[in-house]
């Protein structure tokens, strides 16, 4: 299957401060990649869809100035989390969207764990 | 609103046992249909998909899945399951062609050597 990568995997950083997530398609170019949140023993909620070159499209209760996304090209889609608060401290994790013969499927990231202390 | 619903939250196995793992959709029109499965400590995995043809589709790791469009159901089977297949299940549908997953609650499924 196609490959996304999530760098940081790992990030804990101090109330207040922003921190900056990327999203890879290693193998494949993607215009479309989507943004989770997974919180303990949950399953997945959708919080924003990113397009190559234009805005992301936010899903109902998730701020847009909060959760900043980028696309700028068709391997990378970053997640930029303003003024992090201890509430903010989740699993995020992104998917690309892969175009094959039709089908689409997402593949994802590996996620990057957010502790905000 | 879409939903997807998975009525087993746990499932304990011993090794070699059958598996097979609920997943109902609710009606919202055309319907592609995916198994996604998580391993401790891992990332979300594709498992299998449907999108058309057959109804009963086959994935890796020895695993499939019918779709039964009468009842909404996409349910996932094993016939011989092993430890290794201790991780965590999601059932995920897209409606008319579009690009959002829509996930289901996920299943834990532990297998006892």
């Known amino acids: 299957g196609a490959v996304v990568s999530q760098h940081p995997s790992r990030v804990i950083c101090k109330s207040g401060t922003s921190v900056k997530i990327e999203c890879r398609s290693l193998?494949?170019?993607?215009?479309?990649m989507f943004w989770y949140r997974q919180f303990p023993k949950q399953s997945l909620m959708l919080m924003a869809t990113?397009?190559?070159?234009?805005?992301?499209?936010?899903e109902q209760g998730v701020e847009k100035d909060k959760f900043l996304i980028n696309h700028a090209s068709l391997t990378l889609s970053t997640l930029t989390v303003t003024s992090a608060h201890p509430e903010d401290s989740s699993f995020y994790i992104c998917?690309?969207?892969?175009?094959?013969?039709?089908?689409?499927?997402?593949?994802f990231g590996p996620g990057t764990r957010l502790l905000v202390l | 609103a879409q939903s997807v619903s998975q009525h087993n939250h746990h499932v304990i196995l011993s090794e070699a046992a059958s598996l097979e793992l609920g997943c109902n959709y609710s009606?919202?029109?055309?319907?592609?249909l995916f198994w996604y499965v998580q391993y401790p400590g891992q990332h979300l995995q594709l498992l299998l998909k449907y999108f058309s043809g057959d109804p009963l589709v086959k994935g890796i790791k020895g695993f499939e899945a019918e779709f039964i469009k009468s009842k909404f159901s996409f349910n996932l089977r094993k016939p011989s399951v092993q430890w290794s297949d201790t991780a965590e299940y999601f059932c995920a549908v897209t409606y008319n062609a579009g690009n959002m997953l829509t996930f289901g609650g996920g299943t834990r499924l532990m297998v006892k050597p």
């Open positions: 990113s397009n190559e070159g234009s805005k992301a499209t936010y």
């Open positions: 193998d494949f170019q993607a215009t479309t």
């Open positions: 998917s690309a969207r892969d175009l094959w013969q039709g089908q689409e499927t997402q593949y």
């Open positions: 009606y919202g029109g055309t319907v592609n």
